[in-house]
């Protein structure tokens, strides 16, 4: 049985997930197919973004496999856990968020974004990057700020894919730079 260390275990993450630069990657073109589908109907809009959202973790595996990477932690990596109870605590979130587009349509993206900000705070510790403080951060700002203006629903998905897009390539070049260097 591997002793594993954090360091150990955040750097095999970091190798099995190419820094995680695919998942958010992926996530911030669902949440850019949300911010379209939603100029013609918000309720449409979060189907999307709940569809598409179940798809984040298997097709950024597959662009991680793609990019010559794993596209999965080893076996055996404590960290994997975290990954998971994350994950329990972002479906409830998102139901909350559910409840919430039940009285404001405009609210549940801006709900998302916290719930996503807030998902994103627990990679620092999954990979020993302080960027994705930095990325949930901003998340919770824009949808904290969002709902509060009450801002239309296509602004908040929006926010969520430009966010996204942005940190995906900035994290994918931070990985690319860290693998030469």
Known sequence: MQHWTM????????RGYFDGAPGVAV???VWGIAAVISIRSASAAVLALLIGGAAIHPVGMLLAKGLGRAGAHAR?????????EGTAWMLAGIVIALGLQLL?????????LLVIGGRYLTFQTLYGLRIFWLLGAI?????????????PVSLGALAGASIEI??????????RRAASG
């Open 7 to 14: 360091v150990d275990a955040q750097a095999d993450m970091r």
């Open 27 to 29: 996530s911030g073109l």
């Open 76 to 84: 055996g990596n404590p960290l994997g856990r975290l990954a998971l």
């Open 104 to 112: 404001r349509a405009e609210w549940f993206f801006p709900a998302m």
């Open 139 to 151: 998340l919770a700002i824009a949808g904290l700020s969002l709902g509060l203006a009450r801002a």
């Open 166 to 175: 942005v940190f995906a390539l900035v994290i994918f070049g931070q990985a």
